[in-house]
């Protein structure tokens, strides 16, 4: 009797071992892609920077295979601020990138919207600037 119930304790105990296991992926093998997907109140395939305030997207091309994303971000807060340019590149438009704040605002005032050209390996950046609400100027990086 004592062999049947060793037996049977064995067989729960292996059983349950079992059901409870995960499919668990290495660390290495989860892809960029997979990582954003399982982040609560992330887009899965549009950009957001890791922290903070972001706003419309300004200055995107692309070249040599990046694609590059600039944006209205405010890194210091989670409401508007000084505006400043963040800047994303993608491989694939799909997996981004967080790159070092591009442009800061300076003595001429905020950095807004604004765009990028790209003209045979150069490209340029112009944005409006303005240090109150009375518009603004125009400038190029």
């Known amino acids: 009797m004592k062999k049947i119930i060793g037996v049977i304790c ?7 071992s079992l059901s409870c296991k995960k499919d668990k992926k290495k660390e290495e093998d989860i892809t960029k892609a ?3 997907k399982n982040e609560d109140f992330r887009p899965n395939f549009h950009f957001t920077p890791k922290a903070n ?3 419309d997207p300004n200055g995107m091309f692309y070249l040599n295979g990046t694609y590059h ?3 209205q971000y405010y890194p210091d807060d989670n409401v ?13 438009m799909v997996t981004w990138e967080e790159q ?6 300076d003595e001429k005032g905020y950095i807004f919207s604004g765009s990028a050209v790209v003209e045979k390996k150069l490209y340029f950046r112009f944005w409006r600037g303005r ?10 990086s």
């Open 10 to 16: 064995l067989a729960v105990c292996v059983s349950a």
């Open 34 to 36: 997979e990582v954003q």
């Open 53 to 55: 305030w972001m706003n």
């Open 69 to 71: 994303l600039y944006f």
């Open 80 to 92: 508007w601020g000084p505006m400043h340019w963040g800047h994303a590149t993608s491989k694939d």
């Open 100 to 105: 070092d704040i591009a442009l800061y605002p």
């Open 131 to 140: 240090k109150d609400s009375g518009g603004g100027d125009l400038y190029i």
